[in-house]
């Protein structure tokens, strides 16, 4: 008998309709004459608890920290023992076994780590499914490869998840014992990618909060030149003319501009305007450019949460539940849980027909479909840009959008509407600068004509910048009209849904280091794909977080338990250099004993900061500042937020539930989702 196992019951399906036998529904798999298909239910296993390696780590005390397995242990999950044991019994009447995980490093591990633990030692097949229509099963079934190429993976995902229960069992148990002292009576989680997030948050609210608006002054002249009119701006030059006593003797110290160049003092310009209406100047350089730009990329899952977030209004974790079904219930795309952008060329061949199929039923897709010209061939498909996964793209099924509902059918309508613009001209425009001189100043004029709109039409963009008329460069102009302008410089936006899921993928931009910037430049940020999402969620629902209409805020506890913990716990280089270390491993570059036991040193460092008055100090003041207090939680408990605070004895374990790395989290009902792919973040 040929046993395959599937990560989940879906796939299951998808590879059991795609055999030669029809298959027959068995209490737990799917038989298909000498082939049987079973699956887990996401993670079967999870980390043990620290109790499991010592009865004494039940009580939680600082004196036990930290809490390092000699030996690592895996334990069944409560609500996966019934599937665990069909496939013990399963797997001892089989003469092969095919692994089926999603083709990543988390489902490299969920399915290779219930063969380990049922005592499968015998050679393995591996099965890549990267969507679940019928013919791309087929085509997956008949190229299986052995599983031994993605030991790697493994190895890394192993990493990973015993890395992230050190970190977070550790630092969660140091920081809420600490939490005690101070008179603080709840939870204070710690996981080496939420807290970065959070301090992201943090930091943000804290820029917003001290911000003080500054006036500053604009000066435009409308011009008439040989073939029209335009508006220009006034340029500060080099020696900014203005800075001194040109015309009303102000700001001869030089205090009229801040370091961006921004005029400070109206009256200059008041005085500049006056003398412009009537003044001739002429055109001193002219830059004139055609620019082609190539239609946006297929999404990625980040992608596609940063663009529904700001078009829909939908949260990331919206997103990942509404792809999830349009890829397993509706089998209307492809692997959802990706990081790239790009398709396979092979992908390029078969567009046409998938495209046409897919968005037949749509008014609007179908539209977009027979204007694309399917022998055009974008950057897009581009193999070596093509890993583990390749960008979200319909499957080809038809999709009938009154069978989806509106999230389902606006993120389908996106993702289609991605692939569809491959097929589309370049967008060109004829794009002009203009800078003239009057009056010893420089005023600058810009316009851009659309030459071929190309893929635009698919896209709603804002409006685009005007053209301007025909110019000659030397050509006169004359000022018909100027005027200056009151404007104030703006605080830093609220984070929200989109803007920090692109925080966490371009996460070097929050990194002051120069090396480590252009290290982090080249690795995937805070998180993954998968993961993102449940990160937010995660921060929401432990009350670290609140969402204050789209904005995303951080409460007093989550300043706290910035303000408490070590510089280095609360900034993503840490975790993103992990990210590193760990996509190392993947790819057969590094070993996982390194990693883990620079972490174990690590982790030492960071127990040894641990300090109740120093948390006492950012409770107090938490409690004293603006930000929002967290919510009361939703299951009837108690209110532990900073201010509601009640002693406890450091010496008796929290009440907290334990996540599948061991991390402890709030007793409260968890969020819903597919699965947690890093449980311990």
């Given at each position: ?7 989940k019951p879906s796939l299951a399906r998808a590879i ?5 036998v029809k298959a027959t529904r068995r209490d737990g ?653």
């Amino acid at each position: 008998m040929r046993l395959i196992v599937a990560e989940k019951p879906s796939l299951a399906r998808a590879i059991a309709d795609a055999l030669l036998v029809k298959a027959t529904r068995r209490d737990g798999y799917l038989e298909a004459g000498d082939t049987v298909v079973s699956w887990c239910l996401g993670h079967l296993l999870e980390q043990a608890p620290p109790e499991r390696y010592d009865p004494r780590y039940k009580q939680w005390r600082l004196d036990d920290l930290p809490i390092i397995p000699q030996r690592w242990q895996l334990v069944p999950r409560s609500q996966a023992r019934s599937q665990l044991a069909v496939l013990r019994k399963l797997i001892k009447s089989a003469d092969s076994v095919v692994h089926a995980g999603d083709p990543d490093r988390e489902g490299q591990l969920l399915v290779q780590e219930v063969l380990d633990h049922l005592g499968w030692r015998r050679q393995t097949q591996r099965l890549l499914v990267q969507d679940l229509n019928r013919p791309a099963v087929v085509k997956a079934l008949a190229s299986l490869e052995d599983n031994r190429r993605y030991q790697p993976l493994h190895a890394a995902a192993e990493a990973r998840s015993r890395a992230d229960w050190l970190y977070g069992i550790n630092l969660t148990r140091a920081w809420t014992l600490i939490g005690r002292q101070a008179g603080f009576d709840g939870l204070l989680s710690v996981g080496r990618v939420q807290t970065p997030v959070l301090g992201l948050v943090v930091r943000r609210d804290r820029d917003i909060a001290v911000f003080e608006p500054k006036p500053f002054y604009v000066l435009w002249v409308d011009l008439q030149v040989a073939s029209g009119s335009l508006r220009a701006w006034w340029q500060p030059g080099e020696h900014r003319p203005l800075n001194g006593r040109s015309f009303d003797g102000s700001c001869f110290d030089g205090s009229c501009f801040d370091e961006q160049g921004r005029l400070l003092d109206p009256r200059p310009a008041e005085a500049l305007a006056q003398r412009l209406v009537g003044a001739r100047g002429h055109l001193a350089e002219l830059d004139q450019k055609r620019k082609r730009q190539a239609a946006p990329l297929p999404y990625s899952l980040s992608a596609l949460q940063v663009d529904a977030a700001r078009r829909h209004g939908l949260s990331a974790q919206r997103v990942l539940d509404v792809c999830q079904a349009l890829y397993e219930r509706h089998q209307l795309i492809t692997y959802p849980r990706s990081d790239c952008r790009y398709l396979p060329a092979a992908h390029h061949r078969e567009a046409a027909k998938t495209l046409t199929s897919a968005c037949q039923l749509d008014d609007q897709l179908q539209g977009w479909v027979e204007q694309a010209d399917f022998g055009l061939r974008s950057k897009a498909w581009d193999d070596a840009r093509v890993g583990a996964h390749h960008a979200l793209a319909p499957t080809g099924r038809p999709a009938d959008m009154d069978r989806l509902n509106r999230d389902e059918a606006n993120l389908f309508r996106l993702i289609a509407r991605n692939v569809l613009a491959q097929f589309y001209p370049a967008l060109e425009t004829y794009e002009t600068q203009a800078i003239f001189e009057l009056l010893d100043e420089r005023f600058k004029a810009q316009g851009r004509e659309i030459l071929e709109p190309g893929w635009k039409p698919l896209f709603t963009t804002r409006d685009d910048v005007p053209a301007l008329p025909p110019l000659t460069r030397g050509e006169p102009a004359t000022a018909t009209d100027a005027s200056s302008e009151d404007r104030e410089t703006r605080p830093p936006e609220p984070f929200t849904d989109a803007s920090l899921i692109k925080a966490m993928m371009n996460i070097a931009r929050y990194v002051e280091d120069p090396a480590v910037k252009r290290t982090l430049r080249e690795s995937d940020g805070l998180g993954t794909e998968a993961t993102r999402a449940g990160i937010i969620e995660t921060l929401l629902t432990r009350g670290y977080l609140v969402r204050d209409r789209k904005a995303i805020k951080a409460t007093r506890t989550g300043h706290a338990l910035i303000d408490s913990l070590p510089p280095a716990a609360t900034r993503p280089e840490r975790t993103a250099l992990w990210e590193q270390r760990l996509s190392a491993i993947a790819d057969n570059q590094d070993a996982p004993t390194p990693f883990l036991e620079a972490l174990v040193s690590d982790l030492r460092a960071l127990l040894g900061q641990a300090d109740a008055s120093r948390l006492n100090q950012a409770l107090k003041l938490a409690a004293q500042g603006s930000a929002p207090e967290a919510p009361a939680a939703k299951h009837g408990g108690r209110k532990t937020s900073v201010g509601r605070s009640r002693r406890r004895s450091t010496g008796t374990r929290p009440k907290a539930a334990t996540s599948k790395s061991g991390q402890s989290k709030t007793p409260a009902k968890p969020v819903r989702a597919r699965r947690a792919r890093k449980p311990g973040s």
